[in-house]
T-cell receptor
Framework: DAKTTQPTSMDCAEGRAANLPCNHS???????VYWYRQIHSQGPQYIIH???NNETNEMASLIITEDRKSSTLILPHATLRDTAVYYC??????????????FGTGTKLQVIP | DVKVTQSSRYLVKRTGEKVFLECVQD?????MFWYRQDPGLGLRLIYF???????EKGDIPEGYSVSREKKERFSLILESASTNQTSMYLC?????????????FGPGTRLLVL
């Protein structure tokens, strides 16, 4: 199974860009990189996902390196409401077809006023 | 927007009680999941279902059972609750199966077993 490594915690000033790194050096060719976040006492919220190309949506941008061994989630203008635990996930290979989602311990992002 | 709802946000039960946790999704998703989340352990998959009346064990099914009689509803059952089942329980649903699947989560049920 491809595993991910993220820093335990990060701080970001309100209004600045938050750049959250993730290493997934054992990722295989067809595995997607997903990002979720979990605000305190709520369920995880999907943010964005990608395979090879960089992706952008209304919440964030995802930059995946050319070798796909790492990625960065960018929140362009962090607000206090972005304070959460951010999970980087790589889907498992599963010959049976179901892709189990395995959440690690994530990065706790604290946005500071 | 996908909406996944769970019957309770907080629940307190006694050891030995039978506990039902209900989950409903309104987007006609095929797949539904039950996880538990504990500090330092991340999310762990208990059971999932990819169709009505179908169920598959996840990583930690012991002490739990599930029921999916209708597509939109997936129930988690603790036949005889124990203190080690005190946890945050999260339900999720998804449309696709396989790579590129996005899961949508409910708000969670925080269960305390005394």
């Amino acid at each position: 199974d491809a595993k991910t490594t993220q820093p335990t915690s990060m701080d970001c000033a309100e209004g600045r860009a938050a750049n959250l790194p993730c290493n997934h050096s054992t990722i295989s060719g067809n595995e997607y990189v997903y990002w979720y976040r979990q605000i305190h006492s709520q369920g995880p919220q999907y943010i964005i996902h990608g395979l090879k190309n960089n992706e952008t949506n209304e919440m964030a941008s995802l930059i995946i390196t050319e070798d796909r061994k790492s990625s960065t989630l960018i929140l362009p203008h962090a607000t206090l409401r972005d304070t959460a635990v951010y999970y980087c996930i790589v889907k498992d290979d599963d010959a049976g077809g179901y892709q189990k989602v395995t959440f690690g311990t994530g990065t706790k992002l604290q946005v500071i006023p | 927007d996908v909406k996944v709802t769970q019957s309770s946000r907080y629940l307190v039960k006694r050891t030995g009680e039978k506990v039902f946790l209900e989950c409903v999704q309104d987007m006609d998703h095929e797949n539904m999941f039950w996880y538990r989340q504990d500090p330092g352990l991340g999310l762990r998959l208990i059971y999932f279902s990819y169709d009505v009346k179908m169920k598959e064990k996840g990583d930690i099914p012991e002490g739990y059972s599930v029921s999916r009689e209708k597509k939109e509803r997936f129930s988690l059952i603790l036949e005889s609750a124990s203190t080690n089942q005190t946890s945050m329980y999260l339900c999720a649903s998804s449309l696709l199966i396989g790579r590129g699947e996005t899961q949508y989560f409910g708000p969670g049920t925080r269960l305390l077993v005394l």
